[in-house]
């Protein structure tokens, strides 16, 4: 059974860097996509971005606004986001998400199978 364990979030001033991990244990793994969400206090899950587990495409969601990069690391089962110049409203829980279907609905939560436990990200102006 695959687990997925996220880190690095924490406080940062506004403007500022973070660069979140997630790392996946388990016997084997092999995704279709790796994806980020987040979730604001007394909001829904949203979609941050996805990229491909073979191969290089990326999604990212429309407020990313090319602050944020997502990579992997297929050889750590490591899942990346680099978050810059970020902002108070990017204050929320992030989670990563595994999914084994070929699907274009990469950007629905429903579409992923595995979900890690999330980290806070809290950004201060």
């Known amino acids: 059974q695959v687990q997925l364990v996220e880190s690095g979030g924490g406080l940062v001033q506004a403007g500022g860097p973070l660069r979140l991990s997630c790392a996946a244990s388990g016997r084997t793994f092999s995704p279709y996509v790796m994806g980020w969400f987040r979730q604001a206090p007394g909001k829904e899950r949203e979609f941050v971005a996805t990229?491909?587990?073979?191969?290089?495409?990326?999604y990212y969601a429309d407020f990313v606004q090319g602050r944020f990069t997502i990579s992997r690391d297929n050889a750590k089962r490591t899942t990346y986001l680099q978050m810059n110049s970020l902002k108070p409203e990017d204050t929320a829980v992030y989670y990563c998400?595994?999914?084994?279907?070929?699907?274009?609905?990469?950007?629905?939560?429903?579409?992923?199978?595995?979900w890690g436990q999330g980290t806070q990200v809290t950004v201060s102006s």
């Open positions: 990229i491909r587990w073979s191969g290089d495409r990326t």
């Open positions: 998400a595994a999914s084994y279907t070929v699907t274009t609905r990469l950007r629905q939560a429903g579409t992923y199978d595995c």
